[in-house]
């Protein structure tokens, strides 16, 4: 059964850092990417940041260019996303996902996610 459990997300005041960390079980991590959504009340979902299954290949969505890392061990089957310069406007639940079969970037869907982590980020 694919798995994930996001977690990292927190309060935090405008210009703070967060880490968030995205355990994946059920399935052989290496041969994946994985990506970073988010979702804020009332708007519509945002791809953050994508990572090919090799690491090669990496993409931010614009909003978060220069100010998130995504990043992942292969070897401990999870996936990061270091957040900084964190703005209000980055409030949302973090989700990490696959999609059915993609090695690189972009994902063609969110096939499978975890139940998110919240980051709030206000004075």
């Known amino acids: 059964q694919v798995q994930f459990v996001e977690s990292g997300g927190d309060l935090v005041q405008p210009g703070g850092s967060l880490r968030l960390s995205c355990v994946t079980s059920g399935f052989t991590l290496d041969w994946f990417a994985i990506g970073w959504f988010r979702q804020a009340p009332g708007k519509e979902r945002e791809g953050v940041a994508c990572?090919?299954?090799?690491?090669?290949?990496?993409e931010y969505g614009d909003s978060v260019k220069g100010r998130f890392t995504i990043s992942r061990d292969n070897a401990k089957s999870t996936v990061y996303l270091q957040m900084n310069s964190l703005k209000s406007e980055d409030t949302a639940v973090y989700y990490c996902a696959r999609d059915q079969n993609s090695m690189a970037c972009p994902l063609e869907e969110y096939a499978y996610w975890g139940q998110g982590t919240q980051v709030t980020v206000s004075s």
């Open positions: 990572i090919s299954a090799t690491g090669g290949i990496i």
